[in-house]
C-alpha cells in the first residue's frame, strides 16, 4: 500500500489522479474515496471499488472560491456567498452547476464542501483542484478510521493512502440544498442544524430531519 504524508511532494498524486487513480483521504470524520471529479475513470473506480448503485453522485471537497468556480459553481449568489462565510465546515450543499460532470453523474448539481481540515485544505491547494470524497468503504458499511485497514478496500487498486492518522468517527457533515432562496437541510450531522439557524436566519433554512449516524455517502 503506497501511502503519503503531509509535506511530501504532490507530483506522485497528481499522476495517479490524472491517469484515473485512487487516493485515500482524511476528512473531519473518516477516510473518504478521491479522485478528480473531472475524471471519468476515476470516477468509475470509485464505483467500483464502493460497489456502488451507478447514477449515485459522488460529493467533492475544495479549497475554496476559485476550485469551486472551476467545478461550474456560480460562487457569486448570496447563499453560495454566505456558504462561504460559514465554511471551512463539515457543512455539505448541494449546489447548481454549468453542466454535468463525471462526479454528478449526469446531473447539474454537486454537493461541495470547504472541508474543516486544515491540512486536507493545504492538500486540496497544492493539487489545484477539488475531489471527490466519498466514504471510503463498500457502499452500506462502516466507514474506515484507521488508515491501516484502507488496504484490504484498495487492495490491486491504482491508489496511494494520504495517511492522516486514526480519525475520530463520529456524524457526516450536514448535507443542505438550495431551495427558493434559502436552504433545505437534507441531513443533518456534524455541522448544528441549530448554527445555521442562527447564522442564515430562520426563514432561509427549512427541514431539520434527524441525525444520521453512519459515514459520508453522497
Avoid: C
Avoid at 489545484?128 to 462502516?142: K, M, W
Amino acid at each position: 500500500m503506497r501511502v503519503f504524508r503531509f509535506g511530501d511532494p504532490v507530483e506522485p498524486l497528481r499522476d495517479l489522479l490524472a491517469r484515473g487513480g485512487v487516493l485515500a483521504i482524511p476528512t473531519e470524520s473518516s477516510y473518504g474515496l478521491a479522485v478528480d471529479p473531472r475524471n471519468p475513470a476515476g470516477v468509475e473506480a470509485i464505483y467500483r471499488i464502493k460497489e456502488r448503485e451507478a447514477g449515485k453522485p459522488l460529493l467533492v471537497v475544495v479549497a475554496g472560491r476559485e476550485q469551486l468556480a472551476a467545478l461550474g459553481v456560480d460562487p457569486n449568489p448570496d447563499i453560495v456567498e454566505r456558504l462561504l462565510a460559514l465554511w471551512p465546515a463539515p457543512l455539505t450543499a448541494v449546489l447548481p452547476i454549468e453542466r454535468p460532470l463525471p462526479a454528478s453523474a449526469g446531473t447539474r448539481t454537486l454537493a461541495v464542501r470547504v472541508p474543516d481540515h486544515p491540512e486536507l485544505r493545504g492538500l486540496l491547494r497544492a493539487l489545484g483542484h477539488g475531489l471527490t470524497a466519498t466514504s471510503a468503504n463498500r457502499s452500506g458499511g462502516e466507514p474506515i478510521l484507521d488508515p491501516e485497514e484502507l488496504g484490504a478496500l484498495l487492495a490491486g487498486e491504482d491508489a496511494i493512502v494520504v495517511d492522516g492518522g486514526v480519525l475520530p468517527g463520529g456524524p457526516p457533515s450536514t448535507l443542505v440544498a438550495i431551495e427558493g432562496g434559502g436552504l433545505k437541510v437534507l441531513r443533518t450531522g456534524r455541522f448544528p442544524a441549530e448554527r445555521l439557524l442562527e447564522d442564515l436566519g430562520r426563514s432561509a433554512v427549512r427541514g431539520v430531519p434527524p441525525v444520521r449516524s453512519t459515514g459520508e455517502e453522497a
